[in-house]
């Protein structure tokens, strides 16, 4: 078994280097707790999982092996929390932003929130379909709240599998380890973005088991989901990548390198996933 990353095949010495206006908030049923996001909803909310693992010969990406473990894995681990889920296998460019278009123009209001989880190469800030690269950005940006409704003042989950850079990390020691008041929110509000990587930097995916982020994110909402709030479960995830992953490649220059997930978060509560 070998490790890969998701992106361009490069040289290893080589380094990587809307005005909001707001919209009305849509009713919203009854609920305790002010910090908390409501999930008294008939449904937990969808969530899309778009499987890439192979490309075609003009984009020089090399087959993704390990994916179907991921994906695997994120069927179960998401479905077992109560998301309604479907997996796309290789989705060219066109077909990614069809899909999501379509299902941002669905009626969410039954659902609690969505989640989205891409595996793919990427490359900076873009992730590729089978033929092309987009804008992860033109993406999320279908699920504003200027853009779906329907989903305004709920959480939207995105997860992203894929290089962003060239960069290597080769790690260092340590030495020790209630009802609702309608209001105006932000269009930007209530995004998670989690990503396998920082900036810059590749993301490690082992080719029998899948990549190191997507299998630390499934044994985390494994086992914490139904009782820790999303942001500390997250935090375990970056735990778990950070210190029990490291490279192994034939390319001794691509060996012993690490890796840690990057949080953004544009949540304006607490997602407890109910139990």
Same mark, same amino acid.
């Given at each position: 078994m070998s490790d890969s990353v998701d992106a361009r095949q490069v040289n290893a010495k080589e380094g990587s280097n809307v005005t909001d206006a707001g919209i009305d908030q849509t009713d919203a049923k009854p609920h305790s707790d002010v910090f908390q996001y409501n999930m008294n909803y008939p449904s937990l909310g969808q969530c899309i999982v778009i499987n890439n693992k192979n490309f075609q010969r003009n984009t020089e990406l090399g087959v993704r092996n390990g994916t179907d473990e991921d994906a695997k894995n994120v069927f179960q681990a998401f479905s077992n929390l109560g998301f309604k889920t479907k997996i796309y296998n290789d989705q060219t460019v066109s077909q990614m932003r069809n899909l999501l278009t379509k299902v941002s123009k669905e009626d969410h209001s039954k659902s609690a929130m969505f989640a989205c989880v891409l595996l793919s190469h990427g490359e900076d800030d873009r992730i590729f379909g089978t033929d092309d690269c987009i804008e992860l950005k033109e993406l999320f940006a279908l699920f504003r709240g200027d853009r779906c409704r329907s989903l305004v003042g709920k959480p939207k989950l995105f997860f992203i599998q894929a290089c962003r850079g060239t960069?290597? &990390?080769?790690?260092?020691?340590?030495?020790? @380890?209630? *009802?609702?008041?309608?209001? !105006?929110?932000?269009?930007?509000? &209530?995004?998670?973005?989690?990503?396998?990587? @920082?900036? *810059?930097?590749?993301?490690? !995916?082992?080719?029998?088991?899948?990549?190191?982020?997507?299998?630390?994110?499934?044994?985390?909402?494994?086992?914490y989901g139904k009782q820790l709030e999303i942001m500390q479960i997250m935090t375990r995830v970056n735990h778990k990548v950070a210190l029990d992953f490291k490279s192994s490649c034939n390319d001794p220059r691509m060996t012993n390198k690490k890796q840690i997930p990057c949080i953004m978060s544009m949540l304006t509560k607490e997602v407890c996933f109910p139990k």
């Open positions: 960069g290597l &990390d080769d790690g260092i020691e340590c030495d020790s @380890v209630g *009802g609702e008041e309608a209001q !105006r929110i932000p269009i930007e509000a &209530d995004f998670l973005y989690v990503y396998s990587t @920082v900036p *810059g930097y590749y993301s490690w !995916r082992n080719n029998a088991n899948g990549s190191w982020f997507i299998s630390s994110l499934c044994e985390m909402l494994s086992k």
